[in-house]
């Protein structure tokens, strides 16, 4: 949805500090010193990841490259260059200056180019966000909040003098400056923390961790062997009970009239328990003690249920389930948590148990085999189909949590590699989860290395709390400094300055030349562009 009320009347409520103005200040709209330019809507048909001029859309403006090129026929008007300022008109509306080279400009993004020369274009650049965040608090939207370039233009710029601008600029660039040098440390910090988490893990799966518990509790560890023999007895015994269950199911089908599907056999576990060159070599080294299987001989493997609003049931049941967005790397995020109907009869089959390890279908590439440790957080709980669960033999919290641990770490390439890419999604199916390599470690040392991963992601975390709060007082700085500038308070008022009534008349003066026709100062001393510098292709789309 648009903004229901103007820019003028969000400043006239005075509930955006950051929008305020000094006294001796005047306030200026933006199209009376510069204009703004929407993009093009290029057709897709024309995009291509390598040829043709970089497009930039709202997912690219604050960065350097572009997702996309456009190599069919456009104007010279959607060319942009480096440092051009950008608006993002859709989700957050944020402006940017852009990095890269010549580029084009897509639909939902907007170029502004200053006009006048009695604004600092810096200065109108630092003015822009606050009024931005400002618009997008007060609209209101369904999905996605969209921005109209009609509101750009309407933004009331607070409007100093000429000096004063550049004095503020300069003021708050060199307090930026020395907050972003702190930001890049903690930010330095960040990743660093990350690069040890990892090693960590990596620590942990090359039995490094426990070497010295595993050397004193050696004689107290079950070997490979034994270890394996204990999963397939839990495994058959699983699977006979079953079976029965399923036969009587059929009995209970048959009695009834045969209404409906026939309950369907269960699936034995098919096992391919070799493992060929190029999987293994991506596999760290291990201690003696330990051994490669495949996720199927140590977990059952199962898929979840689709949303479907057409379904026809007979005995419904309202359900919630867990969908990609629930199930991070290393965590669940249970804010919000959505519900499905499917048949009462199908809740024992889809239904969460305690200490399941979830996996990612897909989505995003990074997305593949993601996931953490169901602990019956919502009783009862599915899965929708784009999210697997792997229900442990021998299940335990310890046994669980290594198992996604080793996911979440090594499981990345291993995923990458097996997941099928299509346009715009990546994804793995049951059969390539169900043959991932993982380790079986005794399981008492199980326990002992997740005691101590743990323990050392517990003080990990300890130190990125702090780096968040610390980069969260940075940006209250941040926000201070500009409420300071904008309130008139950031530098020294110079009474030599030209009143701003008079910078007003001028800007005014110049709108009535270029209304007549006669170009401003500005206008003058900017060349345009000319065929020769636009693209072979260019041609006008009016």
Known sequence: MSLGVTPQEIVAKGTHPL??????WQRVLLSDVAHVQNGFAFKSAYFHPD???PLVRIRDIANKETEHRYFGDFDGRYLIARGDILIGMDGDFAVSRWKGGQALLN?????????????????LFLCLQPFLNAINAETSSVTVKHLSSRTVEEIPLPLPPMSEQRRIVAKIEELFSELDKGIESLNTARRQLEVYRQSVLKHAFEGKLTAQWREENRDKLETPKELLARVKKVRAARYEQQLQEWERAVKTWEAEGKHGKRPPKPGGVRLQTEMPSDEVEWLPSIPKGWCFVRLCQVAEVGSGMSVSATRKLEDSLKVPYLRVANVQRGFLDLTEVKHMTIERSQLESLQLKQWDVLFNEGGDRDKLGRGWIWRSEITPCITQNHVFRASPYLASEFNSKLLSFWANAFG??????????????ASINKTVLSQFPVPLIPYAEQEEICTQIDRSMMSLDAQEEEIDRALGMADLLRQ????????GQLVPQDPHDEPTSILLEKIRLDREKAGRGAPTARRKGRRSLSNEHRPHRAVNLD
């Open 480 to 487: 201070s400094i500009l409420k300071k500038a904008f309130a």
């Open 19 to 24: 929008l305020a103005t000094a006294d001796h």
């Open 51 to 53: 040829d043709g001029v």
């Open 107 to 123: 639909q939902r993004v907007c170029k502004i180019t200053l006009t006048s020369d009695w604004f600092d274009e810096r200065f």
């Open 412 to 425: 990345r390439r291993y995923f990458d590699k097996a997941g099928k890419q299509t346009t715009n999604l």
